[in-house]
């Protein structure tokens, strides 16, 4: 199983604004704790055409509104899924920010010609977001890694923008062999790493998780405290 973050976040128009003012670090650096300011001219924007959170709103709504005029769908609710935030890590802990980059480069290139340019808009590499977590699978901390965020419109032919029919079972395999081919021609191994790990969760689920494992941790050691001052007494 690889050990990529899922094509899972659907997010609506307002969360895709969100995701945006995220990847181009609009007033973020100061308010987020684990990016480093210092390291924020390592990040690489993928997909030149857009240089705002503002530009790439307007392209993906854009480009929502010319399917629909072709495929339109059923109903349109409030917080219908027109975009598809698909996260991918460097393949290896601790690997140099060069092939970490030549990988997601590569990786952006076949993902783009997969679902089609019309339908990605907004690349971005981030490499200032690497911080120690608490990796609960395994138990300890370990290095967030250089990643790569794209949006997708999930688009499916006959069907239009329909984020349901885009994110299946069937998309994740044939992501994980996209990756694994592009991984052994830059790299010389396996996207998959062979330890079986189930997908490692978006960033921030990632976040949360070691976020509640280090209070855990912290309880842990407040209760030890509190017995060794009690035998002491």
């Given at each position: 199983?690889?050990?990529?973050?899922?094509?899972?976040?659907?997010?609506?128009?307002v969360?895709t604004?969100?995701?945006?003012?995220?990847?181009?670090?609009?007033?973020?650096?100061n308010?987020?704790?684990?990016?480093?300011?210092?390291?924020?001219?390592?990040?690489?924007?993928?997909?030149?055409?857009?240089n705002?959170?503002?530009?790439?709103?307007?392209?993906i709504?854009?480009?929502?509104?010319?399917?629909?005029?072709?495929?339109p769908?059923k109903?349109?609710?409030?917080?219908?899924?027109?975009?598809?935030?698909?996260?991918?890590p460097?393949p290896?802990?601790?690997?140099?920010?060069?092939?970490a980059v030549?990988?997601?480069?590569?990786?952006?290139?076949?993902?783009?010609?997969?679902?089609?340019?019309?339908?990605?808009?907004?690349?971005?590499?981030?490499?200032?977001?690497?911080h120690?977590?608490?990796d609960?699978?395994k138990d300890?901390f370990?290095?967030?890694?250089?990643?790569?965020?794209?949006?997708?419109?999930?688009?499916?032919?006959?069907?239009?923008?329909?984020?349901?029919?885009?994110?299946?079972?069937q998309?994740?395999?044939?992501?994980?062999?996209l990756?694994?081919?592009v991984?052994?021609?830059?790299?010389?191994?396996?996207?998959?790493?062979?330890?079986?790990q189930?997908?490692?969760?978006?960033?921030?689920?990632?976040k949360y998780?070691?976020?509640k494992a280090?209070?855990?941790?912290?309880?842990?050691?407040?209760n030890?405290?509190?017995?060794?001052?009690?035998?002491?007494?």
């Amino acid at each position: 199983c690889a050990s990529w973050r899922k094509p899972g976040r659907q997010m609506t128009s307002v969360a895709t604004k969100a995701q945006g003012r995220h990847n181009y670090r609009e007033n973020e650096n100061n308010s987020n704790k684990h990016i480093d300011p210092t390291k924020s001219h390592l990040n690489v924007n993928l997909d030149t055409r857009y240089n705002s959170s503002t530009e790439l709103q307007t392209a993906i709504l854009n480009r929502v509104k010319e399917v629909d005029a072709v495929l339109p769908p059923k109903r349109k609710k409030k917080d219908r899924i027109t975009t598809v935030c698909i996260e991918i890590p460097a393949p290896r802990e601790n690997m140099s920010y060069e092939d970490a980059v030549r990988f997601l480069k590569a990786a952006d290139e076949e993902l783009t010609k997969r679902f089609g340019e019309e339908n990605c808009h907004g690349s971005m590499i981030h490499a200032d977001e690497q911080h120690k977590y608490i990796d609960t699978s395994k138990d300890r901390f370990v290095e967030s890694r250089i990643h790569l965020h794209k949006d997708v419109i999930p688009y499916v032919d006959g069907k239009g923008v329909n984020g349901k029919e885009f994110v299946k079972k069937q998309l994740y395999r044939e992501l994980n062999q996209l990756l694994d081919k592009v991984c052994m021609k830059e790299l010389g191994y396996s996207f998959q790493d062979g330890s079986k790990q189930k997908s490692r969760g978006k960033v921030e689920e990632l976040k949360y998780d070691s976020i509640k494992a280090n209070h855990a941790l912290n309880k842990k050691i407040k209760n030890k405290n509190q017995e060794l001052t009690q035998e002491n007494e």
